[in-house]
């Protein structure tokens, strides 16, 4: 599993909020699977070798985190 502390995968995931259109591109995928598979691409061209669970967990882990701020 990729360690989100690792330096690469923190460039990636800058990467992914500093390019507005490649976040639009990315969050506009409504299929998980295009979705991992997108990213799992761009890591590539970035040099990173991202596995599909590392793409699944960091999903899950945003999701828990956005229904923990989101709770009244």
Not at 19 to 24: A, D, G, N, Q, Y
Not at 34 to 50: E, K, N, T
Request: charged share 30%; hydrophobic share 35%.
């Amino acid at each position: 599993m990729a360690d989100i502390s690792d330096p690469a995968f923190q460039a990636l995931c800058q990467s992914i909020h500093d390019t507005p259109s490649l976040h639009e591109r990315l969050f506009n995928l409504t299929d998980p699977d295009d979705f991992i598979a997108a990213v799992r691409q761009l890591a590539s061209i970035q040099g990173y070798d991202l596995k599909e669970e590392d793409v699944r967990q960091s999903m899950h882990t945003g999701r828990k985190a956005w229904i923990e701020r989101n709770r009244t």
